[in-house]
């Protein structure tokens, strides 16, 4: 199975793509794809949705984890703006019939590093070594999607413990 993690940005969103091959979980692909600042909202979706599609095309995913929309009080706008990308990120993986999980940032935090506040740099720390990389993931952005794809596999794994304990 191929989880592809999105942290979903107006001007950056991360990507990556875990495989689970024999229980053993393996890193495929992971980037970001930029939208031009100095575009319009609606270029700006667009460059969005491209980038996802081709993501989603290149690297057949069979589920998209996805950051979900948080509000704080003092930047709606900026809840609203991540609304936009987040929009166009379910609509390519809808037209590719990719079901969608949503998780909250505190969540990914938790699972990952046991503290729902975890700093940028903790979860780059942490992602590194659940995934064994060389390198710490770069930008925060990529580490923060593929701790959301990591979240992802987190659950998908205990549902399957779950279920197979309880069939007889």
Known sequence: ???LGIDPGLNTTGYGVLEINDRKLRLVEAGIIRSKPSGTLSERIQEIYD???EAIDSLKPEVLALEKLYAHYDRP???ILMGH????ICL???EHGIE???YAATQVKKTLTGNGRAPKTQMQLAIQHELNL???PEPADVADALAIAFC???VWRGQRVANQSADP
Request: aromatic share 4%.
């Open 152 to 154: 992802h596999y987190c």
């Open 92 to 94: 390519a993986a809808a």
């Open 134 to 136: 060389a390198n710490l």
């Open 77 to 79: 706008t900026t809840a």
């Open 100 to 102: 969608v999980e949503d």
């Open 51 to 53: 980038g996802v599609t």
């Open 1 to 3: 199975m191929r989880i």
């Open 85 to 88: 990308a987040r929009g166009v």
